[in-house]
């Protein structure tokens, strides 16, 4: 017997009573009990996205030079390197910024090696006669978004934003001592300074320049230990100079001389010490929901002054541990290093939200996997239920220890993964407790350990080939490319590995339970097995025997097949007419939205804080909001959204944004998109009154991108990209439902050019370069020199500038004077009115190319009821779809259009590309498509394989169709999107659905053969019979899929894939009970002769 057994049946009968069993069984519960406790928690997948700016600075050169001098040929030379995805460049006056983005999994280290090798062994590619700067490098990744931040405000009118900073810094160092911290930093303050404030007519007076000031200043800072000398046999050091050490050191110091008297610093300049000029701000407020502590502590007060701390962690760190421990060390530092009359409000905390996330998944691990449990009790008994769970149990502890070693963390990705394959984890399991539950039954005086073996082995064969499928469904998707790949990694790689276990647990482990505890037959049970095999046998005869009758059979199996096919149709048409809604991914219901504000370009930053905290005012109005950051001029702690988007280079005074806290999810009845929405329209309007742009921008739900709605615009000419843009971009605002409408052309903005008289200047023997230089230091100020001395962890620079009040008018920039270098007037001050003309143009706009083509974007959102940016663009596409282009100089003919890849020839004609979430949808559908295919390709040869006939599989995978007629429906009952975690749903029901249509035909072919000498049975009798005796395994196993989704159903990103399982497998199975039969038996009938010979 033992050799006539397979494999399966071979394994079962080595452990079903080996000593080893419940060995291997406690180590696999200790390895999940070890990865539980070792694995770190984030709430989101950490995804290898190297990004890195390259900044090379090009004083004084047009933004026109800046691109062709610096950004043209520096992305060809770094476009060049392996592993880049993309590379975009921004020409500013005067500033080049080369972003190169890798591609998702190169990693980090690999990444930032290749850059800093191309950019320092390519340096000859800049002329060093251009005057062009060192490129600077700072790369960006995952591991740079901080996890917590602190708010420190203050409702003490004493205190300012100046204070707070001194308190942010004098912290960061103990901050820093947290085990697992990567970077500190404090947002917002206006920084440390010595200001030297010149006096133009003092200065004038005594016959100084501020290139003397300047000179003075860095001459004087020095000091150098001389060496040593030997005086009263002593070694004494002798140390030359002094440093400059306070603002005192700074008034002392000697400019000139006039009339055989020293000219002080002081006698020119006032001199100050303390905060410099702000040019960024940052507030706090509170909302209508802020907490009782924060409450009393504003006093009646909505709008604080505050500096943000942000904290990031290092990479393979536990998020959950690093702030709690930050969150620790500040509790402890109150009443030391942050005084009384300081506050600190956590205004994000990603370590809670990844720890709660964790356990409120685990917790729904525990329940789903007690709920298929209770269904194995109801369905086979009290100790099947118990070999079930532990199996079960033992598969998920297995695998949670080999999704830590594969390298993932706990995070909801990987977490939803197990609850999801908990459905087809007991799958195995069940199959073969069932089966020797029902030999058991059916042959009770036999010993279990004569019976175990073959109740195994009969299911084995089916069973290792159906847990085949199920991973050759899932395991295609792993390789999908793209952000949205390594995002959704834990969902085919943690269930393979799943399957794989919970296969080996099947035979290993459940035939040693199986020998311990079925030890008897109860006979009430006995008796209510053969009335529910009875009854199913008469249900399935009633319904296919018509279907098999030689006379009349084939119109009955036509009108199913019909049948069948209408509601594949009907189904397939539901998104056609919007009753199903496509989309990326669902917004999450997350704690936090964010409002972006671009106001016009020359904005002074006063301007757009108090356009900022006039929209958080309104905020502050909505009962969700507990709390409000605003940063004008600076930029906010970056989430991964930010990092994508770039968000921390929006440091211009005519940028800002707010942070929005909401409170928990659980104490409030709408979700955060629904706020979000709520509040967009209001937001906008007080933007618009002011002439600015806001954008209510929320957490992207998956892979983040420049926009929801991007459209690129490519031509020969840039004034003719613009006029182009400004044609979309009226579609766009023409367009139902489309929202956050922008574009990357600034509006038109002054400049002053103070034009030089060459031939006046040369005859006063003044150089352009000195006017120039005097110029700038009078008004932006340069730091010439630190001061020493203290404890400070940050320079305390030396400034020269003119004071503020006298920056605003271009007369006092005149009246400074320069001092003639040569000439008659050698050594005679000029002032600069006499040597320069006054002409006021605008500012040039910026420039922008990607992937070595200059482009202009044009950018949206929407809105409205289907909140699907693809309808949106293609409502707008009905709108540019070969627009005219006349009327506009340069342009004519129509707008050329692109969907995947930018235009063949960008030069010639002007050309729309596609981009945003349309992009990363069709690459991730594109690339998910391509896995389900290959997916059914590798089904079709496991099962060729398995069956050795070429047209079995094809029977035998006839149901993958089914599933659309109930994945379809489901999403328009309950009114869900079907997004990229539905179509995972369907992929994983190819497999799932296979293993059902495996276990029938199996079946069928056993009872036609025979077994033990006995005769085949009919072969219209063997389809009945096996859908009758298996409809109760493939009944629990499907299930016990759809209670495992029941868990995930209520997650906003993952409802559709819960959807697709649910109601797929509902759906589809009911089917393939009756269709699987019904086809095999048409297919196959006239094989019957063959199939018995075999016998």
Known sequence: MADRLGISGRIAATFQRNALTPLIALVLLLAGVFATLITPKEEEPQIDVTMANVLVPFPGASAR???????????????????VDHVYTVSRPGMAVITVQFKVGVPNQTALVRLYDTVHSNSDWLSPQLGVGTPLIKPKGIDDVPIISFTLWTPDPARAGFDLQQVARATETELKRIAGTRDVTTVGGPGHVIRVQMDTERMNAHGVTAQDLRAALQLANASQPAGSLVAGNRDVLVQTGTYIESAEDVRRLVVGVQDARPVYLRDVAQVED????????VWFGTGAAAPERVVQAAAGQKLFPAVTLAISKKPGANAADVA?????RMDALHGSLIPEGVEVSVTRDYGKTANDKANQLIGKLVFATAAVVALVFFALGRREAVIVGIAVSLTLAATLFASWAWGFTLNRVSLFALIFSIGILVDDAIVVVENIHRWHTLEPDTPLWKLIPRAVDEVGGPTILATFTVIAALLPMAFVTGLMGPYMSPIPINASMGMFISLAVAFVVT??????????????????????TRRLDGLFRRVMAPMLDAQTGGRARLRLWLAVLALIVVSVALPAVQLVVMKMLPFDNKSEFQVVLDMPVG?????????LNEIGAHLATVPEVTDWQSYAGAAAPINFNGLVRQYYLRSNPEMGDIQVNLVDKKARHRKSHDIAASVREAVAEIARRSGGNAKVVEVPPGPPVLSPIVAEIYGPDYDGQVAVAKKVRAAFEGTAD???VDDTVDEAAPKLVLRVDQAKAARMGVAQADIVEVVRLGLSGENVTPAHGGDNKYEIPVRIQ????????VANLLAMKVRAREGQNAGRL?????????????REQVLYRKDLLPVVYVTGDMGGKLDSPLYGMFDIRSKVKDMALAGAPGLGGTLGEWFIRQPADAYGGYQLKWDGEWQITYETFRDMGAAYAVGLVLIYLLVVAQFRSYLAPLIIMAPIPLTIIGVMPGHALLGAQFTATSMIGMIALAGIIVRNSILLVDFVNQQVRGEDGKPGMDFGEAVIRAAAVRAKPIGLTGLAAMIGALFILDDPIFNGLAISLIFGIFISTLLTLIVIPVLYYAAMRTRLDRLKEET
């Open 65 to 83: 030079d800046v691109d062709a001098l610096v950004a043209r040929p520096a992305e060809q030379v770094l476009s060049r390197m392996a592993g």
């Open 274 to 281: 303390g905060p410099d000029q702000p040019t960024r701000y």
């Open 324 to 328: 709690q421990a930050a969150l620790a």
């Open 511 to 532: 035939p040693w339970l199986a020998q311990k505890l079925l030890k008897s037959v109860d006979a009430h049970h006995h008796e209510g097995e053969d009335k529910l």
């Open 603 to 611: 904005t002074p930053v006063e301007e757009t804080s108090r356009v």
């Open 738 to 740: 489309i929202v956050g």
């Open 802 to 809: 003119l004071p503020s009040v006298r920056q605003s008018d």
């Open 830 to 842: 000029i002032p600069i009115s006499e040597l320069v003309q006054v002409s006021e143009t605008t």
